[in-house]
């Protein structure tokens, strides 16, 4: 019976159109929830719903974020519960710094790739500060030589951007394309239609630095844009911030900007 209620759980987030990853993240703490009442959704109380909040050992703030949020869709939107009798309080958030990498060492590390899928695989986030299920979801169409961007279509927040396509990228992105000849994906995998972000993770642990991930070429990217004095606003259009605080980051990171700040001399 609970397999059928999941089945109309998946269907509602997908009308709200969540993505395909927060879905399955959505709908495995559900079905634990479910594992764990041993109830059919119908008997199921307010007092289930925070004793499994409550009783969750949670291994960082982002899993009980997420947990909360699959709880609170389940709640609200899926058995249309009126009235808050549980406590969603979000933890407080936490404030990390992103992890960059020296941008002339990814640089060289990357020309030196041989293989051309994984070198572009690497060099299109380190160039345009994709995401790595924004360049899993980028089709050949969406290269744009002409205008000389790259446009990218429903990214994070369902929002469609451009970001600069430059010379060196494109004439890359050509060579790959008449070597692997994809269809529709720019980057297909060997069983599937698309790359998986697992794929790509160790692509870039393999060529650039064991402890790296995908998202750390975003970071460089953005911190470099600032580095060279971009526009606040410039570096948020092409990163698909909603915040400008989320993008004010990366002039903290600049070391261009410490660089303006003034020290005292020492005396000898």
Do not use: W
């Not at 509602?12 to 495995?28: D, W």
């Not at 109380?45 to 699959?70: E, H, M, P, R």
């Not at 992105?173 to 060997?190: I, S, T």
């Not at 948020?236 to 980051?249: L, M, V």
Request: proline share 3%; glycine share 2%.
């Amino acid at each position: 019976m609970n397999k059928e209620f999941l089945k109309i759980y998946i269907k509602k987030l997908k009308y709200f159109r969540y993505s395909e990853h927060t879905i399955t993240s959505y709908t495995h703490y559900v079905m634990k929830f479910l594992e764990k009442t041993g109830k059919y959704h119908q008997h199921i109380t307010a007092g289930d719903f925070q004793n499994y909040l409550d009783s969750f050992k949670f291994t960082s703030i982002s899993q009980q974020n997420q947990v909360i949020s699959a709880i609170k869709f389940l709640y609200e939107k899926v058995l249309n519960k009126k009235y808050a009798k549980i406590d969603f309080t979000r933890p407080r958030k936490e404030f990390r710094q992103p992890k960059i990498i020296d941008y002339n060492m990814v640089s060289a590390k990357i020309g030196k790739i041989k293989n051309l899928k994984h070198k572009a695989i690497l060099a299109i986030p380190f160039t345009t500060g994709l995401r790595v299920s924004e360049v899993l979801n980028l089709r050949i169409k969406d290269i744009d030589s002409n205008r000389m961007i790259i446009n990218v279509y429903q990214g994070k927040g369902k929002k469609d951007r451009i970001v600069p396509l430059s010379i060196e990228l494109l004439a890359l992105l050509r060579n790959y394309f008449k070597q692997f000849k994809p269809k529709e994906y720019l980057f297909n995998g060997q069983f599937r239609n698309k790359y998986s972000p697992a794929s790509c993770n160790s692509i870039i642990k393999k060529y650039i630095e064991k402890a790296a991930t995908m998202h750390i070429l975003r970071h460089t990217y953005l911190t470099y844009l600032a580095d060279h004095n971009i526009a606040l606003k410039t570096i948020q259009d092409i990163a698909g911030h909603k915040n400008s605080k989320t993008t004010e980051i990366y002039i903290h990171l600049s070391t261009a900007t410490l660089k303006t700040v003034p020290t005292p001399s020492l005396s000898a």
